[in-house]
């Protein structure tokens, strides 16, 4: 930590830096492309106007915490890409704080990578869910020392060890751009199909909520995905990001900065047969899944009511 931070409920620097991703007001815009992968966001990264063309240098911080940013225009609309690594905790840093530094309505498109469920989505597919939900370790069900249960209901959920929560919706108007986008300029690749209207998992671990066995650990999770599936037929992914962004984003409080999200995953494992993509693959579907998603980006309208000042931010047009 090199500043002296303020307020511990909610830490920011003397100049408003937050603390985990490192960036203040007028670095972020509110059109945000986030991945997990910082090489996957630096190579979507290289789609972006160039600085000639938008008129300011593109704003590149790397924070101490992990988060890359990068603030820049996309067919001449100010858009930032941010790579935030794995996990829950990692899409709570970013939701929040994202949010904390940008003014009026937000669109937040993921683009990430996933295990299929489903017949129809084989390696090399790209999935584009409706909802998603979440799938908890139950950490009491492993504990020696449970809480006291004064409940039937709390006895009984200490009884199973994992958790499956209900559903959160993704964006139907940014869904159905990005549906249109992928199946109009990736299907033709001819790299997997693009599976659409089902429903997204996430689990608090790559390993154990997601049905992983691991003989060196205690997770009996053996039907983890069947009870899943049980309960929610319709799930085609599993992976650890993109339902919580759902939830974040329908937990946003002021109706006058609504976070608007939705995503798209490219399947990387097929959790049913064990196959995984090739390398190949990859390198023909991300840029294209990249460049859909960026161009779903700047279509979407956020209804803005007042304009958004660009003077003192980083995608402001100023002469080099």
Known sequence: MK???HNANFPQDTEGHVYHLGVKQGQVANRILTVGDSVRAKAIAQLLDTEEQSGHPTFIRL????????????????????????GNCMMDFFVRETRAVTRGPMAILRFGSCGSVAAQAPPGSVIVPKAGYCIRRNLNYFSSMPPPATRAETRAENEKPYTISGLFAADKELTHLLETALQTTVAPLGL?????????????????????????????????????LAMYPTTDSLEMETSMLFHLAACARDPKRPIRAAGCMQVFADRVTNQFIEPHVVAVLEPAVGKAVLDVLVQVSLDVTEPLEEAGTVWERRPF
Not at 209 to 221: K, T, Y
């Open 3 to 5: 500043e002296t931070l």
């Open 63 to 86: 924070s101490q915490r992990g988060f890359l940013t990068i603030t820049g225009r996309y067919k001449g609309v100010p858009v930032t890409i941010m790579a935030i690594g794995m």
């Open 192 to 228: 997997g199909a693009i599976v659409t209207g089902g429903l997204n998992a996430d689990g608090c671990s790559f390993y154990s909520s997601q049905g992983r066995l691991d003989p060196l650990f205690w997770d009996d999770n053996e039907t983890v995905i069947a009870d899943a």
